[in-house]
């Protein structure tokens, strides 16, 4: 006897939520995984509520006791508590647009309690890592020279690329949809300067060092003809003029991680925290680093600070006489 199909969830159509996600593509410019993160959380919450409350979610309507029993069911569902963070991170952003548009006066999860999640430094290479990963894609070319195997070898123009790619995100400690979103024109050979656009289309002006900018240079002298104007400084294909995609630069990452003796599970925004974390080992102030990441708010940038002060009491522990 076959086993009794389990029914599928409710199929969601909110006109709020999807005016909402419109507003988030449209005027805030918000990234496709920012896009899909909220889309999950809202819809997750109006699925809840349907089961729970046998209604459709009225988001004017909702109260805060209708949230702390979401609350509730996430924590009996296992969920971590930085996952359900995420959750009523989308669900208060959504509700700050309801308020902008005048659905509702008040947001019923304004103050709301939840679990709070452990602080987790960001990992990150030591500069020797670093200089070994850069040195990867070439290293992983020259493996290959004469030698006839499986799977599809390096060219030498995606060396080339894949070299730039790495200089440039730990140079100016880019987030991956900023550096696939790079034109040639953002980038300033003479002053040494990269134009990003980062989080809500805000852009701000980046320093990029000048192994990065030969790296640049180099890989667009392969490409014939060279890239111009608003073409993607990072092609996905030598022969084609499509940027470079977040996913193809995840596998290519890994696959250097590896040449280099490192953890293939990082991920390329631990190459933006190498970049925090050397700035301020170097004695950079942290209002600096903060414009240079791009943060809206300096307590995101301080988690680098607690990098640095934990590396530190590693040393004098090792070091101190008296520790």
């Not at 419109?22 to 918000?30: I, N, P, Q």
């Not at 979401?70 to 508590?81: E, I, K, M, T």
């Amino acid at each position: 006897m076959n086993p009794p199909a389990v029914p599928a969830p409710p199929e969601i159509r909110d006109p709020w939520i999807e005016k909402f996600l419109a507003h988030l593509a449209t005027d805030r410019g918000a990234s496709v995984y920012t896009q899909r993160n909220y889309r999950q959380a809202l819809v997750e919450f109006a699925r809840w509520h349907l089961s729970e409350r046998r209604s459709p979610a009225a988001w004017e309507k909702l109260q805060r006791d209708d949230f702390r029993a979401f609350v509730r069911f996430l924590g009996r569902n296992h969920l971590s508590r930085a996952a359900t963070q995420l959750r009523f991170s989308a669900l208060r952003t959504f509700y700050k647009f309801l308020m902008r548009r005048g659905a509702v006066a008040v947001s019923p999860i304004k103050n709301l309690s939840l679990p709070k999640a452990p602080q987790r430094l960001p990992k990150f290479l030591t500069v020797q890592q670093m200089v070994d990963l850069l040195a990867a894609p070439a290293k992983l070319l020259a493996s290959q020279m004469g030698k006839k195997g499986p799977g599809r070898p390096v060219s030498a123009e995606v060396c080339a690329r894949d070299v730039a790619v790495l200089e440039t995100i730990y140079s100016c400690g880019l987030r991956v949809s900023e550096l696939c979103g790079l034109r040639v024109e953002d980038v300033d050979f003479s002053e040494q300067i990269v134009r990003v656009r980062g989080k809500g289309k805000k852009e701000r002006l980046v320093p990029v060092g000048e192994p990065a900018l030969r790296a640049i240079q180099t890989y667009w002298d392969s490409l014939l003809p060279p890239p111009r104007g608003l073409q993607p400084v990072f092609r996905a294909d030598t022969l084609k003029s499509a940027p470079l995609s977040p996913l193809q630069l995840a596998r290519r990452l890994k696959k250097y991680l590896i040449v280099a003796g490192l953890d293939p599970a990082l991920t390329p925004h631990k190459l933006r925290h190498s970049y925090a974390t050397h700035l301020l080992d170097a004695g950079a102030d942290l209002r600096s680093v903060q414009e240079l990441l791009g943060h809206a708010h300096l307590i995101t940038t301080q988690v680098y600070t607690h990098v640095t002060t934990e590396r530190l009491k590693k040393v004098y522990d090792a070091a101190h006489p008296r520790a």
